[in-house]
């Protein structure tokens, strides 16, 4: 006996639901295999080392011996040392001594360079070449700049007769000129992004402003500052979650000195996890970093969000 037939499908008639699941996931097998494999690439070298830490904190760990629970006991030992509170206050005033210079610095680049109408091109790609090169060949060359003896910088002094300083030796001159260090490598990043900001203000604004007399620092205040409000302020945001997780500069230049005035939170870990072995104290201090930055994360994820 015959198998009763299938009657055909209706011509222009809708696939049964089941059929379309199976053809949309046939279609997009390949998209759906890369979509895995980021996903499983971005657990692997970023949440599972989140999550590790996170529970590290928790632990007496060296990897030498068994790992032991201690609770709180790390977050404890953090705030009984006072190298502690001494990295979180320099590392705030590194923040605040690069946003008087960091922040201000690519701002007035960027409307210097917005006014030039021959060489443009040619001086962004300068203002850019530093944040081309490995950061540690640029702490490098400023640490030759800084050199007490044949030191750019003291030369420089010499020239008009001034006494030679101590730039990385002094208490009172290192933090500032890790700050400038900083300022030099990053800012080019930053005054493109305003050069962007500034090219989408509409030109009938100054030109209004102008015919009603407005001078240059006028035209500032009241139509470039406004226009780019909401630029300003999510750059000053990742400007401070930046700048509070700097290392290299103060590990290559002053190693935290002299005399802990340079030590920073990121150089603090360092010592816990590779100099004194104890990787529980290194993780709870990376969470309380990591509460820290997440705050600013949000309100910026708040801010754009606001914004769109």
């Not at 006991?73 to 946003?99: E, I, V």
């Not at 021959?118 to 050199?147: E, K, Q, S």
């Not at 001034?162 to 990053?186: C, D, H, K």
Request: charge should be positive; proline fraction near 7%; avoid cysteine.
């Amino acid at each position: 006996m015959a198998a009763p037939s299938v009657p055909p499908r209706p011509l222009g008639a809708p696939l049964p639901r089941r059929d379309r699941l199976r053809r949309r996931i046939a279609d997009n097998l390949v998209a759906y295999a890369f979509l895995v494999l980021g996903i499983l690439a971005f657990a692997l070298f970023s949440w599972y080392p989140i999550v590790r830490g996170f529970l590290l904190s928790f632990q007496q760990v060296n990897f030498a011996a068994p790992a032991e629970w201690v609770g709180l006991d790390n977050f404890q030992r953090l705030l009984d040392d006072p190298l502690f509170l001494t990295a979180w206050r320099n590392t705030l005033w590194f923040t605040l001594l690069a946003l008087v210079f960091g922040f201000a610095a690519p701002f007035v680049t960027a409307v210097v360079l917005n006014e030039l109408r021959h060489g443009r091109a040619y001086l962004r790609m300068t203002v850019y070449l530093p944040v081309m090169l490995p950061p540690i060949v640029t702490v490098l060359l400023w640490r030759w700049f800084y050199d007490p003896g044949p030191g750019l910088f003291n030369n420089v002094l010499k020239i008009f007769h001034l006494p030679p300083q101590q730039w990385l030796e002094s208490s009172n001159l290192s933090m500032l000129s890790l700050v400038i260090v900083s300022t030099w490598a990053n800012m080019g990043t930053t005054t493109l992004i305003y050069l962007a900001a500034l090219g989408g203000i509409p030109g009938e604004l100054y030109e209004a402003a102008q015919l009603d007399g407005a001078s240059i620092r006028q035209r500032l205040w009241h139509v470039t500052i406004p226009q780019m409000r909401f630029i300003l302020l999510i750059t000053l945001l990742l400007q401070v979650i930046g700048t509070m997780q700097v290392f290299v500069e103060p590990f290559v230049l002053t190693g935290g000195g002299p005399s802990d005035a340079t030590i920073t939170v990121l150089l603090l870990l360092y010592r816990y996890a590779f100099v004194y072995s104890d990787f529980g104290l290194a993780s709870a201090m990376s969470t309380v970093l990591f509460v820290v930055l997440g705050a600013f994360a949000g309100l910026y994820l708040r801010l754009t969000r606001t914004k769109g």
